[in-house]
Each structure stands twice: as structure tokens, then as C-alpha cells.
């Protein structure tokens, strides 16, 4: 039975330092250096102030380009002189993809680097920056100690038809997420029930519990696991972490539905970041 125990200790210390790998990341949420809002027709990037997206940084020239939104379709001007690098290679135009492609375009200019993300009808640019002093100052995340106590077996009860859920996200804008089901359990001696969402091959889901609301992110937090496998999730609480938006204000993270409030303080998962 120890052998047991200190293989599921490890195999959660495995899974928090390649969290904290992927937060520190060339494109990493710890790099991410700004939002920015894009209109129709175009729009200037560059670091004089008076852009639509400001590149701050050395050596970043004033006016670097545009972006021309049409139609649902962005396209990027390099303004003369300057070089901007797709796929390492210089681009002086370019048709740009946004995150909800699945092929997002990354341009890089000197330590920064632009992506396009849509979220509802609207666009905007993604900023990050590897010299972040966000990724510089980083110290580390901070969990609770981890207890089996908190993985639990869950009863999967699956919608025929998949139903929709509303999913509002921190701008204020709603979406509609795929609802294959909900999971129900007790925890900690309390009946609890939440919705999950799909995510491919996993199911998904964000939650809410007392914790909230002195040593979590306040907002909540989220879970990945497995699909049910003959009417059954394993959820595993020690796997819980922050949403994105713990660690940028540039994050446009969902929100938890109101149904995925839980009774209960969850001592298991990621604590608040500190940073």
C-alpha cells in the first residue's frame, strides 16, 4: 500500500511541475503581456502611445505595421524596415489566424510576440512577451498538501442529446459550451453535483467552493479528468488549479456556472498565486 501511495504522490508532483513549466513557457500565461482590442478596418501597432496595439519593449520602433480587420479576416502589414518573423522566417504580409482556428499565427518582434484571439464576434491581440517581469519575479505556486482523500469515484450521468451550457467569461461576453453530462458525488460527507463541459478527449469542469473566498482563486477553479468509463469519473481534487486569470489581468477566463458551487471548503488543488 506505500508503494501505492508514494507512486500517487509522485505522479501529482509530476503533473504540478509541469504546470508550473508550461506557466513559465516562452508563450506561457506568465509571458503574457497584454490586450488589446481590435476595430474594423485598421488598426496600428507599434510603441508610440497613440497605437492601437502598444508594443512596449527595447528596441521596438513606433510604428511597426497594422492590423486590418475585414470581414472576420486580419490581416498584417510589416511597415517598411521593420521585421516581423513568422515561423522564424520575415513576413511583410500576412493573413493572420485568430486561437479558434486551432492554427493560431504567432509574429514575433524582438522579445515580444502577437497572436490573434475571438472571443464572440470580437477580435484581439494576444501579447506576450518572454522578458515578462511577471516570468522574471516568478517564485512558485502554491498547493495544499496532497491527500488521496480527495480523489473520488463519481457517478456520470450522460445527456442524450449533449445539452448546452451559457458559459460567461470575465469580459462580461457569454458562450455556449457542449454539457455531455454531470457527475454526482459526496464529498467530505456532502452530496455535491457538478456539470461538465467537453474538451475533446476529457471532460472539464469549473467549479466553485468555500474556499473562494480566503485561500483560492476567487473566482474559482478548474479540473480536467477523464471521460466516464461505465457510468464513472474519477475526479481527483489534488489535480485542481487556478484559472489563467490568476496570474495575468489579460486572461479572459470562463466563470464557473452558477449549478457548479460546491457546499464545502476543498482543501485539495492549487492556492491562491501570490504573484
Known amino acids: 500500500m506505500s508503494s501505492l501511495v508514494s507512486t500517487y504522490t509522485n505522479d501529482i508532483l509530476t503533473l504540478r511541475q509541469q504546470r508550473k513549466e508550461l506557466l513559465l513557457a516562452d508563450r506561457g500565461w506568465l509571458t503574457v503581456a497584454g490586450l488589446f482590442w481590435l476595430h474594423p478596418g485598421e488598426n496600428s501597432l507599434g510603441a508610440a502611445p497613440d497605437n492601437t496595439v502598444i508594443l512596449a519593449g527595447t528596441g521596438i520602433p513606433a510604428y511597426a505595421g ?28 500576412l493573413l493572420m489566424q485568430d486561437d479558434m482556428s486551432g492554427q493560431a499565427d504567432y509574429v514575433t518582434l524582438n522579445t515580444l510576440t502577437l497572436m490573434i484571439i475571438k472571443r464572440g464576434s470580437r477580435y484581439a491581440v ?10 522574471q519575479t516568478f517564485t512558485d505556486l502554491h498547493w495544499y ?14 445527456y442524450d442529446p449533449p445539452r448546452v451550457l451559457a458559459i460567461d467569461n470575465v469580459l462580461g461576453d457569454t ?4 454539457n455531455p453530462g454531470a457527475v454526482s458525488f459526496t464529498l467530505a460527507g456532502h452530496p455535491c453535483r457538478l456539470e461538465a463541459e467537453g474538451r475533446g478527449h476529457k471532460l472539464f469542469f469549473n467549479f466553485r467552493d468555500l474556499t473562494n473566498r480566503d ?11 477523464d471521460v466516464a468509463v461505465d457510468g464513472k469519473v474519477t475526479l481527483d481534487f489534488n489535480q485542481a488549479t487556478n484559472p489563467y486569470c490568476a496570474y495575468t489581468p489579460y486572461a479572459t477566463c470562463p466563470l464557473p456556472p452558477p449549478q457548479n458551487r460546491l457546499p464545502l471548503r476543498v482543501e485539495a488543488g492549487e492556492m491562491r498565486y501570490a504573484g
Open 215 to 225: 485561500a483560492t482563486y476567487g473566482a474559482g477553479r478548474f479540473l480536467y479528468t
Open 66 to 93: 497594422t492590423l486590418t480587420v475585414d470581414h472576420g479576416q486580419i490581416r498584417l502589414h510589416a511597415a517598411t524596415g521593420v521585421t516581423l518573423l513568422h515561423n522564424d522566417k520575415p513576413v511583410t504580409e
Open 145 to 158: 498538501p496532497i491527500d488521496p482523500a480527495w480523489r473520488v469515484i463519481a457517478h456520470f450521468e450522460a
Open 126 to 135: 494576444r501579447l506576450f512577451d518572454s522578458a515578462s517581469p511577471a516570468r
Open 175 to 178: 458562450n455556449e459550451s457542449s
